[in-house]
């Protein structure tokens, strides 16, 4: 569709950034932190970064949050750590864990900027591990626990909350990012896990409607639009279930509160008990969310798999030389494959602006719930210029053409109600530590700087405002439409 026209923004659309606490925070054992399962990831499975350090933000949220004030931001999407919060088996609330987190509420608030906040992104506590983490229900107690503990000490000021992050891609990669630590039968208790994510998820949805006075909460799915690689009709069907495999099947069940026909037929076929008690599918279908964030950096291409084909893992990029992804192949379902029209980041992940366009029209069409994007970016190798300086020329690329396509949506009629990319500052990628960035400011640490530091105060840390801060900070302050160059075409 062409209007003739860029595209307008709501008036009170909300324009900030986003990060996740153990990416972010380092910090790890200050103010009574105890150790979550990614740190333990993040020193031992190498190319995982030590977040020991990260980007210091613990130390350091207050310039961050003026930077964040400079640029103009509206929003800070962001993740609480539930061992700086109940840090021990016995449920105890740390106070150091609430200060630190009203601190950077207060923060936020006395600058004009409306949190939104993720209860979980990655960082299970160690203790909740050892208990029988992500395998056991009890679990699902412990994490209502912890949620209403942050209802209670941050609901009076924070009115957006989320619940998991990217559920679906924990359980797609669970052996990346550590839920099947443990597992004997992956196959099998991924979807165990899963059903228990869908209780917590539950559960805080319905504490959340409960405790905070005009609260609104949604889930967070990692989203990759998944087009078929010809007009041939099994390539269609295999885009289908990539789809249903990655990410529809999440978003289906947190918004119809109960498992499709879809789901329930893969489980029989394969034999395959969840593990549904008395009283689950009530629990479920009682949680209404309230919107939904999206995750969405890249789009995927699916064609047909035959049954008999040789199955093949996804094999993501991790150190940053283009041509290393390896796409995953499986029998009878989907292959993934490369798509011939787009560029490709060093990591080997589509840069398709359109994605987003697709993303939001897909999901509107399907749910008809508001939307805001909690992240979306660019990652890259990056060091500062011979002037100081980092002029990130590929970054205000893929956010202009990102964030346009982002406002044709809103002109399709999708109501979204929020941008924040990944990240406002660097931080630790997934996959790479601090040699993938993806923030608007430059953080002055490498991983090799980290790895060989004794104590944070050797490292330097400083803020350096890369040129896309200046960029976005001008489109933002005209919310959407200095787009620092002719974009109607
Ligand atoms: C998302 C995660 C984030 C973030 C981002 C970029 O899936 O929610 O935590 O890391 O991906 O991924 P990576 O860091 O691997 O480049």
């Known amino acids: 569709m062409y209007y003739g026209h860029n595209p307008k923004f709501p008036d009170n659309f909300m324009w ?34 030590d977040n020991t350090y990260a980007a210091d933000h613990y130390h350091h949220y207050k310039e961050d949050v003026a930077l964040m ?47 939104i906040i ?50 679906n891609m924990q359980i797609c990669y669970g052996n990346w990012l550590g839920v099947s630590k443990g597992c004997d039968d992956w196959f099998k ?40 690689e010809t007009c041939r009709p099994e390539d269609q069907i295999a885009a289908m279930n990539a789809e249903e495999f990655t990410e529809k099947f999440w978003i289906d069940t947190y918004v119809y509160g109960e498992y499709s026909n879809f789901i329930k037929h893969y489980w029989k076929e394969n034999d395959i008990d969840i593990g549904m008690q008395p009283g689950d599918a009530e629990l479920m279908k009682s949680a209404k969310i309230d ?51 787009v560029e490709y980041t060093d990591w080997d992940w589509e840069i398709d602006p359109s ?12 749910y008809h719930l508001p939307m805001m994007i909690t992240e979306n970016g660019y990652g890259a190798h990056e060091t500062k210029d011979a002037d100081g300086q980092v002029h990130d020329q590929g970054r205000i690329d893929y956010l202009r053409e990102h964030i346009y396509q982002l406002g044709m949506a809103i002109e399709d ?37 980290q790895n060989a530091a004794k104590s944070v105060e050797e490292l330097s840390m400083k803020r350096i405002r890369k040129d896309s801060f200046y960029w976005y900070s001008k489109l933002i302050r005209s919310n959407g439409q200095d787009w620092g160059k002719e974009m109607l075409k």
């Open 16 to 49: 900030g950034a986003s990060s996740a606490a153990w990416q972010v925070e380092g910090g790890v054992a200050d103010g009574g932190r105890t150790p979550a399962i990614i740190d333990l990831n993040s020193k031992t499975k190498k190319p995982f970064a």
């Open 69 to 115: 004030a400079e640029c103009g931001f509206s929003s800070y999407r962001f993740s609480l750590s539930w061992s700086r919060i109940i840090p021990h088996a016995d449920g105890k609330v740390n106070p150091e864990g609430i200060a630190f987190y009203n601190d950077l509420i207060n923060e936020l608030v006395a600058h004009n900027i409306t949190p």
């Open 118 to 167: 993720t209860l979980y992104h990655y960082d299970l506590p160690v203790w909740v591990d050892e208990l029988g983490g992500w395998k056991s229900r009890d679990t699902v107690e412990r994490f209502e626990h912890y949620c209403r503990v942050c209802f209670e000490n941050f609901g009076d000021r924070v009115k957006y909350w989320l619940s998991l992050n990217e559920q």
């Open 189 to 228: 208790d991924q979807w165990k896990i899963n059903h228990i994510m869908n209780l917590c998820h539950a559960k805080a949805v319905n504490a959340c409607h409960e405790m905070v006075a005009g609260g609104k909460i949604g889930p967070v799915p990692g989203c990759v639009p998944i087009y078929p």
């Open 291 to 341: 919107f939904i964030a999206v995750n969405c950096y890249r789009s995927n291409v699916a064609k047909y798999a035959p049954h008999d084909a040789k199955q093949q893992d996804y094999l993501l990029n991790k150190n940053g030389v283009k041509g290393q992804m390896v796409f995953p192949v499986e029998p009878g379902r989907y292959a993934l494959t490369r798509n011939p029209y």
């Open 355 to 366: 994605c987003l366009r697709y993303e939001m029209r897909y999901l509107w069409d399907h």
């Open 413 to 449: 009629g999708c109501e979204v109600i929020a941008y924040n990319p990944w990240s406002f500052t660097d931080l630790l990628s997934t996959g790479n530590g601090m040699a993938k960035r993806y923030g608007l400011v430059y953080i002055d640490t490498t991983d090799e700087e």
